[in-house]
């Protein structure tokens, strides 16, 4: 119990720092020195730093103090980590190494990667992706359905468009990614604060999406489809009221789906290994 509420008064003090001091690219040991000197007091306590010579400043703004985390991150405040507009060829290059798959970048948005992430995390269990912001490229080929306008279903085929990116994510080792995602921690909760959630914790949002993802329930028989406009909606008003994140599943076929959340399983354990 001790280690986790120590991990999250740390993850409180990044927090903290980042608001306002996220302006170098890279930080030196004296500037991260500077940085912690700055911090309350409870949350220097938590670092194990020593008294600071003066109060700390009132002007950074904090999360409230009994804001209770439910699955802090461990993060190590000393390590220097890229500005959020700069780290793109350093988290993909992290992120290459955790895949080990050199083509992986085919499938991925790497400009911006940290923020499309998580704006699309946010918005799987609600709202409407966003296209200009997604974080994976567009799946390859057309929509592909069966059986005239009566009938129309989806088609097996358009379940073999999503194979290459679920077996993508089947070889990913879930250890090595959830480490790249702690270290890189930082900069996915300066740019979750940046989607207007100021005293929210990404990782708990990311755990909820996850545990959003695992409750849908695959669809075995045939999906029915129908076109009032140029796009297709789903025929069965309970399938067309599905979130986004689970329309995505419905669209990869039954056994992308299990497969995939099979792979969330794994993730989410490393994630919340601790």
Not at 105 to 122: K, M, P, S, Y
Not at 168 to 177: G, I, K, S, T, Y
Request: glycine share 6%.
């Amino acid at each position: 119990m001790g280690k986790v509420f120590k991990g999250a008064f740390a993850l409180l003090a990044l927090v903290a720092i980042a608001l306002g001091a996220w302006r170098w690219v890279t930080r030196s040991d004296s500037e991260l020195a500077t940085l912690v000197e700055q911090a309350p007091q409870r949350v220097r306590e938590a670092l194990g730093a020593p008294p600071a010579s003066s109060p700390a400043p009132t002007d950074v703004a904090t999360p409230p103090a009994d804001a209770p985390l439910q699955y802090p991150v461990p993060t190590d405040p000393y390590t220097a980590l890229p500005m959020l507009e700069a780290s793109d060829e350093a988290f993909v290059a992290a992120l290459g190494e955790a895949v080990a798959e050199p083509t992986f970048t085919q499938f991925v948005e790497t400009q911006g990667l940290i923020r499309r992430l998580v704006v699309a995390i946010d918005n799987l269990p609600n709202g409407r992706l966003s296209m200009k912001q997604r974080p994976l490229k567009a799946v390859a080929g057309a929509l592909a359905v069966t059986g005239d306008e009566s009938t129309l279903t989806l088609s097996a085929d358009n379940y073999a468009r999503y194979g290459p990116l679920v077996a993508l994510a089947e070889r990913v080792d879930p250890a090595a990614l959830a480490g790249v995602y702690r270290h890189y921690y930082p900069l996915f909760q300066q740019a979750y604060q940046e989607l207007g959630y100021p005293d929210a914790y990404f990782n708990d949002r990311l755990v909820a999406v996850i545990d959003h993802l695992l409750a849908a329930s695959p669809v075995d028989g045939p999906v029915r489809l129908v076109q009032p406009h140029v796009l297709y909606r789903y025929a069965d008003p309970a399938l067309e009221a599905r979130s986004p994140g689970h329309k995505i599943l419905l669209r990869m076929g039954p056994e992308n789906s299990r497969r995939v959340q099979a792979v969330l399983r794994s993730w989410r354990a490393q994630i919340l290994a601790q």
